[in-house]
Structures are given as structure tokens and as C-alpha cells.
């Protein structure tokens, strides 16, 4: 197949991209993204600070603009994301507690609803797990509300749209050995072996010289796919672009079954929220990088 989405479908996995609403404009971005992609995630637009911007008057004009060029163009959608730390809109910046609690539930039930059995996976809860080497949680204002939020949020998710697959999504939890992915790992099992509803994890995998790519990823994402849960790819660039290591990871979704497919955190390097790492597949003339045929050529089997 000569696509990136043509190449992955052959194994029935999905190769995605973030869409900007803003750049929907710029023919020479939504050409490639069209030619190549066949799953969408809005990069900014259906986060918490874009949907709610003040409590109970939900906004989906730019959220929609995404998902409708999306669907239009035959892709399928990912949601980002509904309980995060970041991102917050003001008044919920300055809620805490069961106020907080209640306002967090009120908008994952607003936005589930406008999107009910139109998302294939959501990332229901993003990025809870400190960084280090503490295996703690987040300090956030949603972990100040209670250690159960992430299930409540889940549970919430789960009767909102029953149809969607529900994601843990975080960063820094490609490495098996790193204690950030044991702590989620913990913390999957756990909801597993409760009947906490979560059937997904997504690994964002922003790989760069603090955090490169390690090819024990293949196991942590074997470990995972054993605990009873998909995984995705969702946030793939890598610092230089290696093909090398592009394909690495393509190849370790590949060799796991329950492996759903890969998005990458952007178009060109120009699109990037980390331009200057040069991250992605695409030049900014929209030319392909020697990355991009690693990947397509991973992705054809070899
Ligand atoms: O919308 C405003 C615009 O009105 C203003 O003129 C402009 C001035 O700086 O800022 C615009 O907002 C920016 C927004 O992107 C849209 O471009 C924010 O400042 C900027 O902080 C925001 O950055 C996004 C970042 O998440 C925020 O946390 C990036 O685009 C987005 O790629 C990034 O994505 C995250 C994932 O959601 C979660 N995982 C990590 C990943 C990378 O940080």
C-alpha cells in the first residue's frame, strides 16, 4: 500500500494524526493529512478548556469543526481528552473538592453526550502519574479530590457512551522499567480485577534525548495487552525523526495483537508543538521525510 492508513488497515490497525483546527485552512496540510491518515485526534480542540469554557455552557463549534472534517473524509475520531490537570478552564482551575468532583463528572457527561457512539476511543483520564522515580500519583486538583477519581471518571465514561473505548493516556510510560509505568500498570490491573470499566491504554510516546524510545516498549505494551486491555500509540513523535527508531516502535504495535493502531502528534515538523526536535514525518513543504518511509515501509511488513 502507498498510504500510511491504506498500509496499517492491511493488519486492521488505524496510523492517525492530530488535527489543528486552526490549519483546516491550509490546503497543503489537509491533503496530506487526508491522503495519508485515517484516524483523527483534535490536538487541542476537545480538551476541557475548549469545550467548557465556563461551567455548564458547553462549546463544541472548533471540537466540531475537527470531528466533521474527520468523518467527512472517512476517518475515525479519538477524543482528548475529559479529566486532565491541564488545560482546566478558570472556573474549574479554582474549584476543589466535591464541587470540583461534581464538575468534573458534569463535563465528562456534556461532552460524551454531543459525541455519543461517534468515538472509537476516548481518553477518558490523561497523564495522572508523576514523573520521577515516586510511582506516585499527580499532585492535581483532581487527586486532591480523592484518590477514586480516575474510577469515578471511568465509571462516569462508561454509562455516558457505552460505545466508546475507554483510555488511561499518559507520557513517559513506554519504558517497562520505569516506575511510572509500573504505577499505571498497578493501577490497570487494579481496575481490571474490580470491574472498573477501562479498556484501553494509550502510550502518547513524545520520544526525545530525556526520554528515547527503549526497545523494551514491545514488552511493555505485551504486558498490558496481558492484563486484558487494548493499547494505542496516541501522541507518537520522536526527537530527529530517526526511521530507524520510527519503525522500531511501528514494528512493536505490530507484533502485539492488541495493539489498535498509531497516531503521530502531528503533520510537519511545522505542526509540531516541539518544532525545533524536527519530530514528525512530513517536511514543511510537505515533502516526505526518510521517517516517513520507514514507517510505510514497517507497516507493509518490511
Ligand atoms: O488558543 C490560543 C491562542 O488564542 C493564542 O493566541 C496562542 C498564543 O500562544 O495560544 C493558543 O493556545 C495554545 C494552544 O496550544 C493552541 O495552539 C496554548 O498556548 C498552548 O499551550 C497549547 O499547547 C498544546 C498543549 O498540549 C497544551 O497542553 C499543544 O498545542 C498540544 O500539542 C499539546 O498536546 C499535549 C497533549 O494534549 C497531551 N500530551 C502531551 C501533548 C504535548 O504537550
Given at each position: 500500500?502507498?498510504?500510511?492508513?491504506?498500509?496499517?488497515?492491511?493488519?486492521?490497525?488505524?496510523?492517525?494524526?492530530?488535527?489543528?483546527?486552526?490549519?483546516?485552512?491550509?490546503?497543503?496540510?489537509?491533503?496530506?493529512?487526508?491522503?495519508?491518515?485515517?484516524?483523527?485526534?483534535?490536538?487541542?480542540?476537545?480538551?476541557i478548556?475548549?469545550t467548557e469554557?465556563?461551567r455548564g455552557q458547553f462549546n463544541f463549534?472548533?471540537?466540531?469543526?475537527?470531528?466533521?472534517?474527520?468523518?467527512?473524509?472517512?476517518?475515525?475520531?479519538?477524543?482528548?481528552?475529559l479529566?486532565?490537570?491541564?488545560?482546566?478552564?478558570?472556573?474549574?482551575?479554582?474549584?476543589?473538592?466535591?464541587?470540583?468532583?461534581?464538575a468534573m463528572i458534569g463535563h465528562i457527561n456534556g461532552v460524551m453526550a454531543h459525541y455519543?457512539?461517534?468515538?472509537?476511543?476516548?481518553?477518558?483520564?490523561?497523564?495522572?502519574?508523576?514523573?520521577?522515580?515516586?510511582?506516585?500519583?499527580?499532585?492535581?486538583?483532581?487527586?486532591?479530590?480523592?484518590?477514586?477519581?480516575?474510577?469515578?471518571?471511568?465509571?462516569t465514561?462508561?454509562?455516558a457512551?457505552?460505545?466508546?473505548?475507554?483510555?488511561?493516556?499518559?507520557?513517559?510510560?513506554?519504558?517497562?522499567?520505569?516506575?511510572?509505568?509500573?504505577?499505571?500498570?498497578?493501577?490497570?490491573?487494579?481496575?481490571?480485577?474490580?470491574?472498573?470499566?477501562?479498556?484501553?491504554?494509550?502510550?502518547?510516546?513524545?520520544?526525545?534525548?530525556?526520554?528515547?524510545?527503549?526497545?523494551?516498549?514491545?514488552?511493555?505494551?505485551?504486558?498490558?495487552?496481558?492484563?486484558?486491555?487494548?493499547?494505542?500509540?496516541?501522541?507518537?513523535?520522536?526527537?530527529?525523526?530517526?526511521?530507524?527508531?520510527?519503525?522500531?516502535?511501528?514494528?512493536?504495535?505490530?507484533?502485539?495483537?492488541?495493539?489498535?493502531?498509531?497516531?503521530?502528534?502531528?503533520?510537519?515538523?511545522?505542526?509540531?508543538?516541539?518544532?525545533?526536535?524536527?519530530?514528525?514525518?512530513?517536511?514543511?513543504?510537505?515533502?516526505?521525510?526518510?521517517?516517513?518511509?520507514?514507517?510505510?515501509?514497517?507497516?507493509?511488513?518490511?
Open positions: 500500500e502507498s498510504t500510511l492508513g491504506a498500509a496499517a488497515a492491511q493488519s486492521g490497525r488505524y496510523f492517525g494524526t492530530a488535527i489543528a483546527s486552526g490549519r483546516l485552512g491550509d490546503s497543503t496540510y489537509t491533503t496530506i493529512a487526508n491522503r495519508e491518515f485515517n484516524s483523527v485526534t483534535a490536538e487541542n480542540e476537545m480538551k478548556d475548549a469554557p465556563q463549534t472548533a471540537a466540531d469543526r475537527v470531528y466533521n472534517w474527520a468523518v467527512q473524509n472517512g476517518k475515525q475520531v479519538r477524543g482528548h481528552t479529566a486532565w490537570h491541564s488545560q482546566q478552564p478558570g472556573w474549574m482551575q479554582s474549584l476543589s473538592g466535591s464541587a470540583l468532583r461534581q455519543k457512539g461517534k468515538i472509537a476511543q476516548w481518553d477518558v483520564v490523561n497523564e495522572a502519574f508523576a514523573d520521577g522515580s515516586s510511582g506516585a500519583r499527580r499532585d492535581s486538583n483532581l487527586q486532591r479530590t480523592g484518590n477514586d477519581w480516575i474510577e469515578v471518571a471511568f465509571r465514561a462508561r454509562a457512551d457505552p460505545a466508546a473505548k475507554l483510555c488511561y493516556n499518559d507520557y513517559n510510560v513506554e519504558n517497562w522499567t520505569w516506575a511510572k509505568t509500573q504505577a499505571m500498570y498497578a493501577m490497570v490491573r487494579d481496575f481490571k480485577q474490580r470491574g472498573v470499566p477501562i479498556d484501553c491504554v494509550g502510550f502518547q510516546s513524545h520520544f526525545n534525548n530525556d526520554s528515547p524510545y527503549n526497545s523494551n516498549f514491545r514488552t511493555t505494551l505485551q504486558n498490558f495487552a496481558a492484563l486484558g486491555v487494548d493499547v494505542a500509540i496516541t501522541e507518537l513523535d520522536i526527537q530527529g525523526a530517526s526511521g530507524t527508531t520510527y519503525a522500531n516502535v511501528v514494528n512493536d504495535c505490530l507484533a502485539v495483537s492488541r495493539c489498535l493502531g498509531i497516531t503521530v502528534w502531528g503533520v510537519r515538523d511545522s505542526d509540531s508543538w516541539r518544532p525545533q526536535h524536527s519530530p514528525l514525518l512530513f517536511n514543511n513543504d510537505g515533502s516526505k521525510k526518510p521517517a516517513y518511509t520507514s514507517v510505510l515501509n514497517a507497516l507493509n511488513g518490511g
